[in-house]
């Protein structure tokens, strides 16, 4: 019986690493395009350098942005100009409920996504917070009360499954934690590629302190950033850690003293994203799916992949122009063809 077993399981994953490889050498970009999801207008640096501060008469917290942008909007969307053009900044503004997810937010979250993901002009996304002292504290739980049980589970699977489509964007993602970062919050943060922290920044999962468990990837994603042990000590007792607690065990690349305006992460994030722009968006894209995908399978399958990705950048124009820059001595001038 086992023996008869052995090939059948030997054909399974065969059949495994034949699609993690085919995925590698399937088109980047669709031929199609979705619309651009356009909550906010595009904005320059200088109005990104300026950061929050109070509104007058005892207004809510506001934060510099232009006044075409509407207070009730739950989901920023802000594409950044000069310089900086090609990073797109996620904010999310729901001060009065901790930032946490609604049905309204992740709606708006997997439509700014799906927007995103088939955008060739993007090159790196942001996600932060425009609430001071806040990313995002998971799942709205007054909002959760009043859902009937039976409402609860596709619930959390829409919270999954918009967090799985950020972890799935085909461009360099990073997380600006400029506060906390509870459940779902922090969920979403380790969707992405990066996460930088603030010291003063708390973060993470404490469902078990609900009697639930991490439902947005958290069980998952957790023990791959940071190993398995250490993972579930994490989750077994729902501890809280800060910025340094954070980056020692490597659950944050960088992190930083918070400044006066509260958005020390941010601007982090916002010099790595920089660091990105002049690299070829082709040569970006193939090397996070390489990576990516390589990482969920053995060493020999994870190379072969490697060499399919590798093969998708040989007939672009900017591989091109890389070497023609080269040459010239001059940067380059890449248009991700």
């Known amino acids: 019986m086992a023996a008869a077993a052995a090939p059948s399981a030997l054909g399974t994953l065969q059949a495994s690493r034949a699609r993690s490889v085919a995925a590698c050498r399937a088109p980047l970009v669709p031929a199609w395009r979705l619309h651009r999801y356009s909550a906010g207008p595009r904005v320059g640096p200088a109005m990104w350098a300026r950061g929050w501060a109070p509104a007058a008469e005892g207004a809510a917290l506001r934060r510099g942005y232009s006044s075409e942008v509407k207070t009730e909007d739950e989901l920023r969307v802000r594409y950044l100009e000069e310089e900086n053009r090609g990073i797109v900044v996620l ?72 967090i799985n489509e950020m972890a799935n964007l085909p461009v360099p993602t990073i997380a600006a934690i400029d506060g906390l970062a509870l459940g779902g919050g922090l969920e979403l943060a380790l969707a992405c590629d990066i996460r930088v922290a603030a010291s003063s920044a708390k973060m993470g999962l404490v469902e078990t302190k609900l009697a639930i468990i991490p439902g947005g990837g958290g069980t998952q994603r957790l023990p791959r950033a940071i190993g398995m042990s250490l993972a579930k000590e994490l989750i077994f007792s729902a501890r809280v850690l800060d910025g340094q607690e954070a980056k020692a065990v490597g659950l944050v690349s960088h992190v930083l003293e918070q400044n006066q305006e509260g958005d020390a992460a941010y601007r982090k994030a916002l010099d790595l994203a920089r660091e990105f722009l002049p690299q070829g968006p082709v040569a970006m894209r193939v090397a996070k799916l390489a990576i990516n995908q390589g990482m969920e399978v053995d060493l020999v399958t994870g190379l072969a992949i490697e060499e399919a990705c590798y093969a998708q950048t040989i007939p672009t124009k900017d591989r091109l122009e890389g070497l023609l820059a080269f040459k010239e001595k001059r940067p380059p001038r890449y248009k991700g063809e």
């Open 91 to 162: 904010g999310i503004n729901r001060a009065y409920a901790k930032n946490s997810f609604s049905k309204n937010l992740v709606k708006m979250f997997s439509k700014a996504v799906d927007a995103l993901k088939s955008d060739k002009k993007v090159r790196t996304v942001i996600v932060r917070s425009e609430v001071p002292g806040i990313f995002c504290a998971g799942a709205d739980l007054k909002e959760r009360v009043k859902m009937n049980p039976s409402e609860v589970g596709p619930f959390v699977s829409k919270i999954r499954a918009v």
